[in-house]
């Protein structure tokens, strides 16, 4: 049974930064695609940044230049560096994962608050 658990959220003021963690058990392979979403109230879920099992990664263009995606395979973990938030970047963040041909997982999400 695949496990992801997300840390990290917290309430920041707007410039400043968090690093979220999102923490994989339960398979023995390697994800291709791994990925963090976001949705906030009233809005639907959005894709934020994903990164892919050759290194490559893609970006929201609301977050390109803030927003880092990054994992360390040893640890099974997967990171979202964020920095220079702003108020409009307050979601709660969902961590995503799974294979080209699936199937995906989902983490249980963790708030982000970001305070003008």
């Known amino acids: 049974q695949v496990q992801l658990v997300e840390s990290g959220g917290g309430l920041v003021q707007a410039g400043g930064s968090l690093r979220l963690s999102c923490a994989a058990s339960?398979?023995?392979?390697?994800?291709?695609?791994t990925g963090w979403y976001r949705q906030a109230p009233g809005k639907q879920r959005e894709l934020v940044a994903v990164?892919?099992?050759?290194?490559?990664?893609d970006y929201n263009d609301s977050v390109k230049g803030r927003f880092t995606i990054s994992r360390d395979s040893a640890k099974n973990t997967l990171y979202l560096q964020m920095s220079s938030l702003k108020p409009e970047d307050t979601a709660v963040y969902y961590c995503?994962?799974?294979?080209?041909?699936?199937?995906?997982?989902w983490g249980q999400g963790t708030q982000v608050t970001v305070s003008s």
């Open positions: 339960g398979s023995t392979f390697g994800f291709d695609v």
């Open positions: 995503n994962a799974g294979m080209f041909s699936g199937p995906y997982y």
């Open positions: 990164i892919r099992s050759g290194g490559s990664t």
